[in-house]
């Protein structure tokens, strides 16, 4: 599988954030795929190579995921396409533990600290324009 080219303009947690997943306990294939924008193929590829192997529905043999099966996505899609690493490379780091995870918590620490950047940036041009609205 070839390397995929960062995208140095836009992260892909800001393009458009996954709806609240908190509420529902299992997700499919086609739902996990939507919410990391990556093809179901590529999510059935990463479970023959990584440690990533959601749960059957004993009937229908329907993939379903967990809340810990869509972290573990969010690493691998994390280490696959935002650091470039080989599916061997990601599989290893997997399964190695700690910096990974360090690495993902501060960067969920930075999503908080800009979201919150953000709303104060919007309070203070909402306080310049009334400002400005009442000097004229």
């Given amino acids: 599988m070839?390397?995929?080219k960062k995208n140095t303009t836009t992260h892909w947690r800001f393009q458009s954030a996954p709806e609240n997943t908190?509420?529902?306990l299992y997700y499919t294939i086609g739902e996990v795929a939507r919410l990391f924008k990556v093809d179901e193929t590529q999510l059935?590829?990463?479970e023959r190579h990584t440690p990533l192997a959601p749960k059957r529905a004993s009937s229908?043999?329907?993939r379903l995921y967990t809340q810990d099966d869509l972290k573990l996505v969010e690493?691998?899609?994390y280490l696959l396409i935002d650091k470039g690493l080989s599916l061997q490379a990601v599989s290893e780091q997997l399964q190695s533990g700690g910096a990974v995870e360090t690495d993902l918590q501060i960067r969920e620490k930075l999503w908080e600290v800009r979201a919150k950047v953000l709303e104060l940036k919007k309070v203070v041009d909402q306080q310049l324009h009334h400002a400005n609205?009442?000097?004229e």
Avoid: F, V
Wanted: hydrophobic content about 10%; charged content about 30%.
């Fill in 44 to 46: 059935r590829y990463w």
């Fill in 2 to 4: 070839p390397k995929k």
């Fill in 22 to 24: 908190s509420s529902q």
């Fill in 60 to 62: 229908s043999g329907t």
């Fill in 133 to 135: 609205s009442g000097n």
């Fill in 75 to 77: 690493r691998i899609r």
